[in-house]
């Protein structure tokens, strides 16, 4: 149960980083750059080569799973808050745990029901490629196969596959 607990974690904050941006890159950080939430979305539903349609449909899946995670997030302060009125008596308070332990099930209900809506609809609207590729995404992380300059798995940013890119060409 926790790995699905952490899986969804996870997965939420994937989404969340992408929609959002909470990422950090040397090189094209900035507002309107390469790895902005607008620039995150924007390479991959080009890596996904998705239609508008799909992409409202992600978008929109997105939006919930942020909505979602973000009250998990919100309840963070009230969590300190729970464990430190628990602490600071004279004697040990398991009420005060009992009663976070209860909101906390229900968020992660909430998170997992949403979680599980969200993906039903990316897996509708995507294609047997699409999802696969988006599947390989999530499983070995934005940077797998990934090598400077010549972009994911050998394709270029300026070319096709086996040449072009920033260092010239290569061997296959």
């Keep these: 149960m926790f790995g699905f607990v952490f899986g969804s974690a996870c997965l939420a904050g994937l989404i969340y ?3 959002r941006g909470h990422w950090h890159h040397h090189r094209h950080g900035g ?3 390469r790895w902005s939430s607008r620039g995150r979305m924007r390479w991959l539903f080009e ?3 998705t239609s508008p349609g799909q992409e ?3 978008i929109q899946a997105a939006d919930e799973l942020t909505e979602a995670f973000e009250k998990m ?3 963070l302060s009230a969590t300190r808050a729970s464990i430190a009125r628990s602490l600071r008596g004279e004697a ?3 009420a005060s745990l009992t009663e976070l332990d209860a909101r906390h099930d ?3 209900a ?3 029901r949403t979680l599980h809506v969200s993906l039903s609809k990316i897996h509708e609207a995507l294609d047997p490629k699409q999802r696969r590729e988006l599947a390989d995404l999530l499983e070995h992380g934005w940077g797998h196969g990934f090598r400077e300059g010549y972009g994911y798995r050998g394709y270029g940013h300026h070319g096709g596959r086996c040449g072009g890119g920033w260092r010239g060409a290569r061997a296959c």
Aim: glycine share 8%; no cysteine.
């Design 17 to 19: 980083n992408l929609r």
């Design 31 to 33: 507002p309107g750059g």
């Design 47 to 49: 890596r996904l080569d």
């Design 56 to 58: 409202k449909v992600i």
């Design 73 to 75: 997030r919100d309840e």
């Design 92 to 94: 040990f308070d398991p």
């Design 106 to 108: 229900e968020l992660i």
């Design 110 to 112: 909430n998170l997992r």
